[in-house]
């Protein structure tokens, strides 16, 4: 029986109860059998729990829910006009706003990406896409409202860190004047970094624009790994760039590492983990490599019997929840961990942590307006996405045009499914009377049928149902995706869309 770590809460966070206090102490560990004990003003939380036969049992493909409906049910051919009005009622409520910005450019290509990416040493690239992108915000701004705060905006890639200074300025400098940056403390800016794109100004220029919270791409230590999915950087220049961005005094630092990618080994990755653990990154991502070669050519030139074998890779998974579990980050869920003082485990603790294209946030109140090729916005109501193809996306902005292509407006109950989902893959609950108070509805007469089809689950002790609140246990923590299959209704039907395997 494996052993699994709880810390018990009253009256919301204790922060006295640290990693290397409550970790050691006897009356914080319980066997996997034990469930969640819950009263009113006492919570303990579940962290983790291993089952082989589960793990078996569930591991089918799922989606990763960073949106309800997922991508895969989006309107091939939406209307330009359903996203103006989608914007136009988002206005009139007037809830803050999110920024994403895709930048699409690399100069380096890694073998295993499947993002959307332009391959060029040519930096002058960078600028006429940085005009077209103040272009589009400057339509986006009028259709949502320049005068709504922005509390969150992220630049994403490809390497937005491609762009020259002078290049980032102009971009940071066209949206401050476009959008009601916020410059008081309270935003959350935050941008991806490949630490080969990194100089001696980089990190103080992105903090002087606003940026507050960097992630850094890792992947693996290993010098033969790298140099199989072609990502060489030392581990030497990834510490110096954290060091310097926590001098400058930038939060929540992450770190994104791979595991499944060719040459690693439960004992090669435990090296990396260790590597990586004195670091001490504030959050860490840990995604499975898919290898679909037949989907993204660049991962043909990764081969298959160079890479860990599926019992390997979940050997690699349940060690490393094991070791950060061990030195004191905490599951948030997914493939996310984060120290205990960290925001996105603070907000999970109280019930506010939020989900969307972007992973885990603390921002459940913004609504997303996209920016870029294939970037995807949200309101309360609706998704929307730009062009994937670029070019595509460069002549609808040449000719004053939004470039959306694909989205779905929302009916109620695709937003019922979606706080559902929302809950449980991020706060682990569900609590029915406030489903009630959410949406005038009786959860348990709503979804007869989803609590029928659950019922196996709770008898595999992945989900309990006390009558007042379904709580995922620690066995259902890591399989979180198949629970919140039950209430997918477009799923519902046995739909054979490929999704990645739930582990």
């Not at 803050?96 to 690239?125: D, E, G, Q, W």
């Not at 998704?383 to 902005?397: C, G």
Request: net charge neutral.
């Amino acid at each position: 029986m494996i052993r699994i770590k709880m810390a018990v809460l009253k009256h919301g966070y204790d922060a006295s109860l640290q990693p290397a206090s409550y970790s050691r102490r006897p009356e914080f560990l319980f066997m996997a059998s034990k469930i969640a004990v819950q009263s009113s003003d006492t919570i303990i939380l579940p962290e983790f729990t291993w089952d082989d036969a589960l793990i078996r049992r569930y591991d089918l493909s799922g989606p990763r829910y960073t949106s309800y409906p997922t991508a895969v049910e989006f309107n091939q051919t939406y209307p330009i006009g359903d996203m103006v009005q989608a914007a136009a009622r988002s206005k009139a409520i007037g809830r803050p706003l999110s920024l994403y910005t895709h930048i699409p450019f690399c100069a380096h290509l890694c073998y295993y990406c499947a993002c959307n990416k332009v391959i060029t040493k040519k930096r002058n690239n960078a600028q006429p896409y940085v005009q077209r992108l103040l272009k589009e915000a400057a339509m986006q701004a009028e259709l949502f409202g320049a005068d709504r705060p922005v509390k969150q905006l992220h630049l994403g890639g490809g390497t937005p860190t491609f762009l020259p200074r002078d290049v980032m300025r102009e971009l940071m400098h066209g949206y401050g004047e476009l959008f009601n940056l916020q410059t008081d403390g309270s935003q959350d800016y935050s941008i991806e970094i490949d630490p080969r794109e990194v100089d001696q100004d980089t990190l103080s220029t992105l903090w002087e624009l606003g940026f507050n919270r960097i992630s850094l791409g890792v992947q693996d230590v290993n010098p033969q790994v790298q140099k199989a999915v072609n990502r060489v950087q030392s581990k030497e220049m990834t510490r110096g760039v954290l060091n310097e961005a926590r001098r400058l005094g930038f939060g929540s630092i992450n770190l994104d590492l791979i595991y499944g990618l060719p040459y690693q080994t439960p004992d090669s990755f435990a090296e990396t983990l260790e590597e990586v653990i004195d670091m001490s990154p504030d959050r860490l991502s840990v995604f499975s490599y898919a290898h679909l070669p037949e989907r993204f050519y660049p991962q043909t030139r990764l081969k298959g019997d160079t890479m860990p074998s599926p019992q390997q890779k979940l050997t690699i998974l349940h060690n490393t929840i094991n070791r950060l579990l061990d030195a004191g980050y905490e599951y948030i869920g997914m493939d996310h961990f984060a120290k205990p003082d960290d925001s996105l485990a603070v907000a999970q603790r109280a019930g506010r942590l939020h989900r969307n294209f972007q992973g885990y946030t603390t921002h459940s109140d913004c609504d997303l307006v996209s920016l870029g090729v294939s970037a995807i916005g949200q309101t309360d109501d609706a998704y929307f996405q730009n062009n994937h193809d670029l070019p595509s996306w460069e002549a609808a902005i040449d000719s004053g045009q939004l470039a959306i292509t694909k989205g779905v407006n929302l009916t109620r109950d695709d937003r019922l499914r979606r706080w559902v989902i929302g809950q449980l893959i991020c706060q682990f609950r569900l609590d029915r009377q406030q489903f009630t108070a959410e949406w005038n509805e009786d959860f348990d007469q709503y979804f007869a049928d989803e609590l029928s089809r659950l019922k196996p689950m709770m008898a595999d002790q992945l989900i309990a149902d006390n009558g007042r609140v379904l709580q995922v246990q620690p066995a259902g923590r890591l399989l979180i995706r198949a629970i919140c299959q039950i209430f997918d209704v477009y799923r519902k039907e046995g739909a054979t869309q490929r999704f990645s395997r739930i582990i």
